[in-house]
């Protein structure tokens, strides 16, 4: 499967020395619907931007910021845009980004929350589940979509819920609060979630700990490639500790 790994300008050197396929976390749009940059090489070519939405301000998602994004592309060679959307509703925006990038054979990955306004976009699939099944969740999309529309958004569970836990939501862990929380447990696979888990005590209540590693992470990869999916996406934050593995020299 082939991996774009997103990284920021501060990680670019480490990220380079795994993988040429880069896509850089560098661009959100500005209050006056302006595109605004985070400091890159002047010399930088390829790879991809990732336009974020982070504290964008509620209307920027005009003509003006396609035009200039696209132009970032062109003037880049990036092979197209992946859209980091978690806050924003710019569905107009988002398919008129996708004609424009088709002009210019140039790629745009959106959320599947944005898949009905595209015509050309491939569709960002999680992979973190915390209930129900990896390979029934990745057969239906396949079904709906088709496998080549697909790119596995290959997020990295750490998660800490209470039990019973109905919403499925729970607390995000860092890396070293789950070393210590796993230290001296017994941990478990999921099948269906292709994810590990354990349980613990905390008081009088129990609690459960799911996380991704190297190795389910690249289960999941072997699960979408069965089903014909031939891209993923890693963020370097995510995963920086376990590039090695992912990305065997």
């Known amino acids: 499967m082939q991996l774009t790994l997103a ?70 060679n990036y092979a197209g845009v992946i859209l980091d959307f978690e806050e924003t509703t710019a569905s107009g925006f988002v398919g008129s980004l996708d004609n424009a990038l088709h002009r210019y054979h140039r790629r745009l990955f959106v959320p599947e929350s944005y898949a009905a306004h595209t015509t050309y976009a491939l569709i960002l699939i999680n992979t973190a589940l915390s209930g129900g099944s990896l390979s029934e969740r990745l057969t239906q999309a396949v079904s709906q979509f088709g496998a080549s529309r697909l790119v596995l958004d290959l997020q990295r569970l750490l998660m800490d819920f209470p039990l019973p836990c109905p919403q499925g939501e729970g607390a995000v862990l860092s890396l070293d609060s789950l070393r210590d929380l796993q230290q001296g447990r017994a941990v478990y696979f999921s099948e269906e979630l292709c994810a590990r888990y354990f ?44 590039l090695d593995c992912l990305y065997k020299k």
């Open 7 to 76: 990284v920021t300008p501060d990680d670019l050197t480490h990220a380079k020395s795994y993988t040429p396929y880069l896509a850089h976390v560098a661009y959100r749009a500005g209050s006056d619907g302006h595109l605004l940059r985070a400091t890159l090489p002047s010399q930088l070519r390829g790879g991809m931007a990732v336009l974020s939405d982070r504290d964008a301000p509620a209307s920027p998602w005009g003509e003006g910021l396609v035009q200039e994004l696209t132009q970032e592309c062109l003037q880049r």
């Open 199 to 242: 349980t613990y005590r905390r008081g009088n209540a129990t609690r459960f700990v799911l996380f991704d590693d190297a190795d389910t992470l690249r289960r999941k990869m072997q699960l979408g490639e069965n089903l014909g999916i031939g891209e993923g996406c890693l963020m370097y934050p995510e995963v920086a500790d376990i």
